[in-house]
């Protein structure tokens, strides 16, 4: 079992950036499959990214070339840094656990452990 903490959330103008951090509990943390959702009410839970146990990395076509997932082992730590955000891109940002080989699909279903979540705003 694992528990997520995330950080880093806030509000910045379009065209700026943050980073997002997921603290992560379990000694086992780099067994774990990582990824990183967002939601909002109009469209749901959707994947922003992931990274493989070996450092391999998804996006969705939306954030690719802007966003840049992370992590650090030795840290327990998985990172999110968002370069250009717009405001459609105002979400509830959580990081989230799996243990499947298809963690790269970001499918919600397929992650076990899961953040509370970090509002991010963007203001045009």
């Known amino acids: 079992q694992v528990q997520l903490v995330e950080s880093g959330g806030g509000s910045v103008q379009a065209g700026g950036s943050l980073r997002l951090s997921c603290e992560a509990s379990?000694?086992?943390?780099?067994?774990?499959?990582m990824g990183w959702f967002r939601q909002t009410p109009e469209r749901g839970r959707e994947g922003v990214a992931a990274?493989?146990?070996?450092?391999?990395?998804n996006y969705a076509s939306s954030v690719k070339g802007r966003f840049t997932i992370s992590r650090d082992n030795a840290k327990n730590m998985l990172y999110l840094q968002m370069n250009t955000l717009q405001p459609e891109e105002t979400a509830m940002y959580y990081c989230?656990?799996?243990?499947?080989?298809?963690?790269?699909?970001?499918?919600?279903?397929?992650?076990?452990?899961w953040g509370q979540g970090t509002q991010v705003t963007v203001s045009s």
């Open positions: 989230a656990a799996s243990t499947s080989r298809y963690y790269y699909q970001m499918v919600a279903s397929g992650y076990r452990y």
């Open positions: 990274i493989g146990r070996d450092g391999s990395t």
């Open positions: 379990a000694s086992t943390y780099s067994n774990y499959y």
